[in-house]
């Protein structure tokens, strides 16, 4: 039979006008049919179910492609399962039901070898996937199959990089991409630009109608939040539950005034406290802000199932839904109300009505409620600091008025040093229980600190092993730890620190730190370069810390808040004038204009020698807890309380 090239065109238009139309299992259906958590790593072993923490259905099924959904925002707190419920399965879903490439993205290098060993590894062996991994082939050099940061499956691989990687960013496309802790990522790369923006024009251009694009992160400074910003331009979803009470559908939220109460009256999370200011479990309860009626956490079993995801604005981009979620909505047997009411009150003092620690406030609106924190532009002024002089002499310890002021006697001295040309600043500080502290001396030792024998060296040398000082109550001690700037003359300061086996470390400042924390051991090469451990210290944080405790109130007679400062009536005002040289202001790119971030800026020609050194001291403190903890108590991480208790056994007096 022939055809003519009419009946070629007919047949070709009937082929091309045939819709094939794949019909996958939902995210969730495939998790739950395959996913098995066991013991070791939950309390909760069994087949993965969707009914333990409901708000992850709606989320995770946007990411397949029966939707027609391309970007899902999460700002989330901790403790809710979105990392297991959200990121991990879609990643299975990528691998065993809709297998396509896919990129997993973390802050960085380290985390993401972390996340695919603690996280994605498990996952494919608890989902039954490991049979649909290629085994690992190729060179050291070249590695493909199953490898530590690529999976290869039949139709796609999963390939996990840290945000500081824009090499796979620019060389590949992908049709999903999953970005884990979004506000870590770095706001710029060098001659790279936004990552974010990177990884959209890798998945949505080439992937227009297809491409899909996860963002789950914690928040961190609200001035600079990736993950807010994000959520902002999507259409802001809330999860609605309705309350057991009244039957009309809330938000819970951790405080709401009376205005924003239909009851008139304040509602949200209330608690009462022992005469301590230690909150009664049994009293903790959340209060309806549509009835005022009064809901326990384990009714969270009903409540959740029933929840609502609702937006409360229009997306400001075509086809991106964002949620947030606040650790409020934490399954029970995971973080529960008075958890996270024992969290606040380390954080906020609840008898005097004021904070009582600005990272732990910090800490508790990122991960417990899942909202930035806002940064402010302010200099501790002069008027306040010179308010915390006491009546003390400097190199006195009276422990019998510190006992009154601060609960216990000095506990443990330290010391910071900041190194310029012709002098060193040793600033040598004194510590009782939670944290409040004494100055004792700041000391002015000129010489030339490019050579070894010069009396800054000589002297800082007999400071800290010879020195001692005398309390009141004849308890004697000496400094316990030093840290020493080396941002200068660091050759000299490396020289000096190396002759010490412990106790004496050379620290470089740094802005900021990954994760946010206080301080970090330095790199292998920089540790051998200086014959000793090195420190870098997360300056921002610590003097966020510093100014806040001049914020503190304090009322002669009670006990001090924690981390108040205290000066020796003697301290000249130019010393502490010191402190209003610095001032926090936004770091922005001069390219893009584009707010990177916040940070202490020194005042030109204004002395801050006296800051830094508290910043250090501050450090030590710190440091030394965490090895207490996790050394002689076992611990798995830093619990300031028990540090206190701990060390009031006397280890750090002088026989």
């Known amino acids: 039979m022939t055809y003519t090239d009419t009946d070629y065109e007919i047949i070709s ?40 923490a409901p708000y992850c259905t709606e989320i995770v099924n946007e990411l397949s492609p029966m939707s ?29 039901c809709a297998p396509r490439p896919q990129l997993y993205v973390s802050a960085d290098a380290e985390l993401v070898a972390q996340g695919m060993e603690s996280k994605i590894e498990r996952m494919i062996d608890s989902c039954g996937l490991r049979d649909l991994i290629k085994p690992q082939t190729g060179n050291k050099s070249k590695k493909t199959g199953d490898t530590k940061l690529r999976k290869d499956y039949k139709n796609g691989w999963l390939q996990a990089i840290g945000a500081q990687n824009p090499g796979k960013m620019r060389s590949q496309s992908f049709p999903v991409a999953l970005l884990d802790e979004v506000d870590a990522f770095p706001q710029t790369l060098k001659n790279e630009g936004d990552p974010i923006a990177l990884i959209r024009n ?29 959520y902002e331009q999507g259409d ?9 009470r009244c039957g009309n559908m809330i938000v819970l939220k951790w405080h709401i005034s009376e205005t924003e109460s239909k009851t008139g009256l304040k509602a949200g999370i209330i608690f009462d406290c022992t005469e301590y200011g230690l909150p009664i479990k049994t009293s903790v309860k959340y209060k309806c802000q549509s009835c005022g009626g009064l809901i326990e956490n384990h009714e969270k079993n009903i409540f959740l199932k029933n929840g609502v995801w609702t937006p409360q604005q229009q997306t400001k981009r075509e086809r991106m839904k964002s949620y947030h979620i606040s650790g409020l909505y934490s399954p029970v047997g995971m973080m529960s109300w008075h958890g996270m009411v024992e969290a606040w009150v380390e954080a906020w003092d609840v008898v005097r009505n004021r904070m009582r620690d600005v990272e732990r406030l910090r800490e508790f609106y990122n991960t417990k409620l899942g909202i930035g924190w806002e940064e402010r532009g302010e200099s501790p002024r002069y008027e306040r600091v010179s308010a915390h002089r006491r009546n003390y002499a400097s190199n006195t310890i009276l422990n019998n008025q510190i006992r009154n002021e601060a609960g216990s006697e000095i506990l443990l001295l330290t010391c910071a040093v900041d190194v310029q040309k ?3 600043f040793c600033h040598i500080m004194a510590w009782a229980q939670n944290g409040i502290n004494y100055t004792l001396d700041f000391r002015d030792i000129e010489g030339d600190t490019s050579v070894m024998t010069s009396e800054p060296w000589r002297k800082l040398t007999d400071i800290i092993e010879n020195e001692i000082w005398t309390s009141d109550d004849k308890k004697q001690y000496r400094i316990r730890c030093t840290y020493i700037d080396a941002g200068y003359n660091t ?44 420190f870098h210290i997360n300056t921002t944080k610590l003097k966020d810390r510093i100014a806040s405790s001049f914020r503190h109130d304090w009322n002669t007679g009670e006990l001090q808040p924690s981390w108040q400062p205290n000066f020796p009536e003697d301290m000249r005002d130019d010393i502490l004038r010191q402190y209003e040289a610095e001032y926090k202001a936004a770091k922005v ?9 916040y940070t202490w800026v020194n005042a030109p020609g204004a002395d801050n020698h006296f800051f830094d050194t508290t910043c250090y001291n501050n450090c030590i403190i710190e440091m030394i807890a965490e090895n207490v903890c996790k050394n002689d108590l076992q611990l798995e991480s830093l619990s300031w309380n028990d540090f206190w208790e701990t060390i009031k056994d006397g280890r750090y007096y002088t026989e």
């Open 13 to 52: 238009e009937q082929i091309n006008s045939i819709i094939t139309v794949k019909n996958y299992e939902l995210p969730t259906e495939f998790i739950e049919r395959t996913r098995y958590l066991p013991s070791e790593l939950t309390n909760k072993p069994g087949f993965f179910k969707y009914s333990y």
């Open 589 to 597: 790119d001069k390219r893009t204009n584009k707010v990177l971030g």
């Open 68 to 96: 027609n959904t391309r970007e899902v925002v999460v700002i989330k707190g901790a403790q809710l399962g979105l990392t297991t419920g959200v990121l991990e399965s879609a990643v299975a879903f990528f691998i065993g």
């Open 422 to 424: 012709d002098r060193i």
């Open 236 to 244: 802001m979803r809330e999860y609605f539950i309705q309350c057991p």
């Open 202 to 230: 890798r998945v949505l251009i080439p992937y227009e109608d297809k491409g899909k694009i996860l963002y789950l992160s914690t928040p961190l400074i609200k001035q600079t939040s990736k993950i807010t910003y994000l």
């Open 491 to 534: 050759e000299s300061v490396y020289t000096f620190c190396s002759d010490y086996s412990s106790g004496v470390f050379p620290s470089f400042g740094r802005d900021w730190l990954l994760d946010g924390v206080t301080y970090r051991q330095a790199s292998k090469a920089t540790i051998e370069k200086a014959g000793c451990l090195c």
